[in-house]
C-alpha cells in the first residue's frame, strides 16, 4: 500500500510559479507511475501530469504544456510539480496519484490519491 501527502500550494499572482511535492510511504514508490490531477470548484476533476517510474518518460495535459514539469526522485520517495507562468484557471484543489498501469492519463486506472493541496491563483 501507498500513502500520499501533497505539499505546496498557496496563493500567487498570475504570472508566479510554485512547486507541488508529493511525498510517499512504502518501499515499493519505484514501482508506480505517478500523476498529478486537479479539481476546480463544480468542475470534473482532470489530468495534468504523469510520469513513469524511472522518470524516464512525463505526459502533459495541452493547457499545461510548457508550463508545468513532472518530475521524481525516488530515492526521497516524492514527485515533484513545478508550476509557472500561472493562470487563474489553474485554480484547483491538486492531488497527486500512483499507478500501477503506467504513465496513464485517466484517473480509474490510478490506485492511491492523496489529500489534495490547494492552488489559488489571484488575477
Known amino acids: 500500500q501507498v500513502q500520499l501527502v501533497e505539499s505546496g500550494g498557496g496563493l500567487v499572482q498570475a504570472g508566479g510559479s510554485l512547486r507541488l511535492s508529493c511525498a510517499a510511504s512504502?518501499?515499493?514508490?519505484?514501482?508506480?507511475?505517478m500523476g498529478w490531477f486537479r479539481q476546480a470548484p463544480g468542475k470534473e476533476r482532470e489530468f495534468v501530469a504523469t510520469?513513469?517510474?524511472?522518470?524516464?518518460?512525463?505526459y502533459y495535459a495541452d493547457s499545461v504544456k510548457g508550463r508545468f514539469t513532472i518530475s521524481r526522485d525516488n530515492a526521497k520517495n516524492t514527485v515533484y510539480l513545478q508550476m509557472n507562468s500561472l493562470k487563474p484557471e489553474d485554480t484547483a484543489v491538486y492531488y497527486c496519484?500512483?499507478?500501477?498501469?503506467?504513465?496513464?492519463?485517466?484517473?480509474?486506472?490510478?490506485?492511491?490519491w492523496g489529500q489534495g493541496t490547494q492552488v489559488t491563483v489571484s488575477s
Open positions: 496519484a500512483a499507478s500501477l498501469k503506467g504513465a496513464v492519463t485517466t484517473s480509474t486506472w490510478y490506485n492511491y
Open positions: 512504502g518501499r515499493t514508490f519505484s514501482s508506480y507511475s
Open positions: 510520469i513513469t517510474w524511472s522518470g524516464g518518460s512525463t
